[in-house]
């Protein structure tokens, strides 16, 4: 099993929002509460609460769940909300007590996931809703220069990203009904090798992807790329993929 130690990364883990402002994300968030009419949201793997503070913007009684002591010390700096630790597959709150639960980001990291939705289910009210917010990399479609330089991390999340489909099928097996597929974030970009080391998005803490691989692995993708910079002197470092969403409904 791929663990990333998110009490190490925690410092370093707000860093990519200063690259990118994850409009795709927020845009897919808001809609999702605005349709639910939620008042009280819960979201599991809230991590420094980046979308906790978007959801207190919108309004909404929010409870925030994580299971890195780092991440959550972060997020309660800015945040006075019900922000607890522990596992996604046992969460500390009551039978239906919430209108919303989102996962942003976060479902691959959970051990048990199949338990963790079961959880999800049971902690919303009737009629209440669901949202999942990932990455697909069973999808032979797109490309990504991390998963080109470093194979190790698409190996690694081949394992760890469960497909659309794994996840359509365990909403189902657990009770959730309608479920529906969108693109909540569309990535293109290209950059060059400098811009890349300047924006910090090469260090090994920048994303999971690169966290996830052995100091050995991270070190020969670096060397990859160091020697691709080498011989040619335009080489720009490309991603053209998106993070996808996954809603669905409890029964009334």
């Not at 998963?147 to 909403?171: G, N, T």
Request: proline content about 4%; charged content about 25%.
């Amino acid at each position: 099993m791929y663990k990333v130690d998110y009490d190490r990364v925690a410092p370093d883990y707000n860093r990519r929002y200063e690259v990118s402002d994850y409009a795709g994300f927020e845009k897919t968030i808001r809609s999702f509460v605005s349709k639910h009419n939620a008042s009280k949201v819960l979201e599991v793997g809230c991590g420094t609460g980046r979308w906790l503070r978007l959801l207190n913007e919108l309004g909404c009684e929010y409870a925030g769940f994580d299971y890195s002591a780092g991440m959550l010390a972060i997020a309660r700096e800015q945040l006075d909300g019900d922000i607890r630790e522990g596992s996604a597959e046992s969460l500390p709150w009551g039978d239906a007590s919430f209108d919303c639960v989102q996962i942003v980001n976060a479902f691959h990291h959970f051990p048990e996931k199949e338990a963790s939705l079961r959880e999800a289910y049971r902690v919303l009210k009737p009629g209440g809703a669901i949202l999942l917010i990932g990455l697909d990399p069973h999808e032979e479609s797109g490309s990504w220069f991390i998963y080109d330089y470093f194979p190790e991390a698409l190996k690694a999340d081949l394992v760890r990203y469960p497909s659309r489909a794994q996840q359509v099928e365990w909403l189902g097996n657990v009770g959730f009904e309608e479920p529906a597929t969108a693109t909540a974030e569309p990535v293109k970009f290209s950059v060059t090798y400098e811009t890349a080391m300047e924006q910090g998005i090469l260090n090994h803490s920048f994303t999971s992807q690169l966290t996830v691989l052995t100091e050995d692995e991270y070190a020969a993708g670096m060397d990859r790329i160091r020697n691709a910079a080498k011989a040619d002197n335009s080489l720009r470092l490309e991603g053209d993929f998106a993070f996808y969403s996954i809603e669905a409904r409890k029964p009334e």
